[in-house]
């Protein structure tokens, strides 16, 4: 399955349909484009719009879906009502469109509207009904749902409004807000100014109603710390928290979240998990972004730490291994025998098909002085095929199970770490070590692979995300976490690690 993109072409690449195509490469799922309209822009401010006739939207349109089966749709500028009604109209009757992500930019980062004024009350009329989920930040959430948002319980309201308006799904945005880490409070306050009705010194459009200047309210020190997006989908709620990166203004960073959602939906994963990766890989690509003057562009991928190898497995596998690296913490979640990081050849057979670091990936701690003290983790040696033995049997085991399944890491066990696994939605399944047959204790290299063949087997035959054990006399007790790739391991594990630093002291 893949994903097409509806939308303006950013020539700074930062956002637009160019950014799509960049997520959805970095996640392994081909992106085909509509260009909407043609923007003069740099990552500072859009110099000049030209909307692409809607005749040859339509004609654009046309070429891409006609015969296609199976696809995602991603929906983001639509300049005038003619570009509205022709993708509106196409996508009713577009029957192999397994769902819309809808990104609804009102505005540029750098205040240009890119829509028009007549325009918006025929958006939410005509396209948010399309929505499986809808994108909102929290400007747009207002606009959407013709409220002030001022506390976390109108965060919510919003959420339900806009769903009452059609879309099925809708996860607002955090980066504009300021939450509690507990998810109390939002606080926020607005700086309310009347203004004229004048164009904007940029040539943009006029101001409205919704045209505002928000300054955030410091809070009691865990405000500014965690950014949280928050979905509300089928009647329920969900949070997905990460640590604020504080810096300049990003340019594309709502774009790369959105278009992440709509290549984890190409992949077949459910709506909650796809928000919950699409909300780690924005963070990690704001981690990386690249500062152009006073603006920020996140990188993804080889943008960032580059190609390494010509062997995609290994290249693929260095990428993850890089983003560990760096992530602050993540040594809380590395056992005494320390982990690896794992991904298989397709049809792997055996450890020689599985690449893996020699040496395994270690905990270090550097800083200052004690209290600045960051706890990481690096790869002790290089990567290699047959490096790994232990998770490089329980990719394989799981394999016979489920093909698509080639990558994996391992992690110590705790019962906070189970709890919050639970709490993300991961499938989970156990098995114990002191019911290991005596046949099998003696044979080199069994064990693993008896365990998780019985982690699978109490799951149905199909692979968990995430299988774990409670040790038997002198072995350890240990989790390991199941994915597609490399990407899907660490998106698991960053989650469960920023879940897992608020509850110890570091």
């Not at 923007?39 to 296609?68: C, E, F, W, Y």
């Not at 939906?265 to 963070?283: C, P, W, Y």
């Amino acid at each position: 399955m893949y994903v097409v993109s509806i939308g303006g072409s950013d020539s700074s690449s930062g956002a637009g349909v160019q950014a799509d195509i960049r997520a959805c490469s970095a996640l392994g799922v081909y992106c085909m484009s509509v260009i909407t309209a043609v923007t003069a822009q740099n990552p500072s401010s859009i110099i000049k719009i030209k909307q692409i006739d809607a005749d040859v939207v339509r004609a654009q349109l046309s070429a891409l879906l006609s015969g296609a089966h199976g696809y995602i749709v991603k929906i983001s500028m639509l300049y005038s009502k003619s570009i509205i009604d022709v993708v509106a109209d196409t996508l009713k009757n577009a029957n192999s469109c397994v769902g819309v992500v809808v990104d609804p930019v009102l505005r540029a980062g750098s205040g240009r509207y890119l829509i028009k004024r007549d325009a918006r009350s025929y958006y939410i009329e005509k396209v948010v009904p399309l929505a499986t989920i809808i994108t909102p930040n929290l400007m747009e959430a207002e606009w959407l749902s013709s409220m002030r948002i001022r506390s976390y319980d109108d965060v919510c309201r919003a959420a339900e409004k806009i769903s009452s308006l059609g879309a099925e799904s809708v996860v607002i945005k955090g980066g504009h807000m300021k939450l509690k880490r507990e998810g109390g409070r939002l606080r926020r306050k607005m700086m309310m100014r009347r203004k004229k009705r004048r164009k904007r010194k940029n040539g943009g459009d006029e101001d409205d109603e919704y045209d505002n200047d928000y300054d955030a309210v410091d809070g009691d020190g865990d405000d500014d710390e965690y950014v949280t997006d928050l979905l509300y989908h089928h009647g329920r709620f969900y949070r997905f928290t990460n640590r604020r990166i504080e810096g300049s203004r990003l340019h594309g960073a709502g774009t790369i979240f959105s278009a992440a959602i709509a290549a984890e939906l190409a992949k077949g994963n459910d709506l909650v998990s796809a928000v919950r990766i699409a909300s780690t890989f924005t963070h990690i690509a704001i981690i990386n972004s690249s500062i152009e003057g006073s603006t920020r562009i996140p990188l993804i991928g080889n943008e960032s730490i580059g190609n390494y190898d010509s062997d995609e497995v290994i290249t693929t596998l260095r990428r993850a291994i890089d983003i560990l690296q760096f992530t602050n913490g993540i040594a809380l979640l590395i056992p005494e025998s320390q982990s690896n990081l794992v991904f298989a050849k397709a049809g792997a057979e055996s450890r020689d098909d599985v690449a893996g670091i020699t040496g395994r990936i270690v905990r270090y701690e550097h800083g200052y002085d004690n209290r600045e003290c960051k706890k990481y983790a690096r790869a002790a040696g290089p990567i290699r095929y047959g490096a790994s033995k232990h998770v490089a049997d329980a990719v394989v085991t799981a394999m016979r199970y489920n093909a698509s399944i080639r990558s994996a890491m391992n992690i110590r066990y705790d019962d906070a770490i189970l709890d919050i696994c639970k709490g993300l939605g991961f499938s989970i399944a156990s098995y114990d070590r002191s019911k290991e047959p005596e046949h099998i204790k003696k044979m080199e290299g069994m064990s693993v692979k008896w365990g998780i063949e019985q982690a699978v087997i109490s799951s149905a035959s199909r692979v968990p995300d995430v299988v774990y054990h409670t040790g038997d006399w002198g072995k350890e007790p240990m989790m390991i976490v199941f994915g597609h790739d490399p990407m899907d391991v660490v998106n698991k594990v960053i989650s469960i690690l920023i879940r897992y630093k608020g509850s110890v002291k570091e």
